[in-house]
């Protein structure tokens, strides 16, 4: 059995990602992806959490392996074993090839060819579209950093089509008061979901789950949220988004 290992921190996921993971599917017998920095704290390099990237990756890829990875930044040699660690996991017993499949895009692609235990596929991707071949979350965050009011516009051209249409506003929030006064800026996105609706015609939404900085995670009815007291201005940004 050949395995493909596809490493990133997708934040967010795009369309590079989403034609990488093809790739994968298409030569490999099973594909694992990493997901990394998920010991990191919710950032402007990283907004996303691990649940909200799994989720994005497994709707087009339901039989793709999605797994986080922490970062081990003085310690290189820590986060390898730690990747190995988290492939082996998921294949023991198994009689595997493993390879490390990506393109080398600039020296941040080092570690493709750091695991002496993995072989290499580097993708060739001049056949992609010309606006994903030099694509990066990096870009697409400081388009929302730079120009929110057009991001919304641009995003749609490198974003898999599930995110695109599930996202259906954006907004930084940096008001210089917000936060105790501490300067920092938070990116929020409106997310809409269609639930599903169960034979008795009632909703059931998606289970989910805290990471990060979040011991938990639930979903509220909007009319509790005004009776809830939230941290600093979360109850504004909701409401701004909310019209409520």
Known sequence: ????????????????????????????????VLAGSTNKYSSFQKPFDFQTIKSWIQ????????KPVKDFIYN?????????ETVYSEFMGNDAEFYIVGYEKDDTSYYLKSFVNFKVDLIDNSTYPENLKNISSTDIRTWLYINPKNFMKDI?????????ASIVDSQIFDNPNRNIGIPKITNVFFIEIKPDILKNGFHKLPKVKGSDDAADAMWVPISQLKNKVLFDDHSDIIEYFLKV
């Open 76 to 84: 290189e040699d820590k986060w390898i074993s730690h990747v190995e």
């Open 156 to 164: 749609k051209r490198v974003l898999p089509s599930i995110i695109e």
């Open 1 to 32: 059995m050949k395995v493909a290992i596809y490493i990133g921190k997708f934040n967010p996921f795009h369309g590079a990602h989403y034609k990488n993971i093809q790739y994968c599917n298409k030569h490999y017998d099973k594909t694992i």
């Open 59 to 66: 709707e087009d890829f339901k039989d793709v392996i999605v």
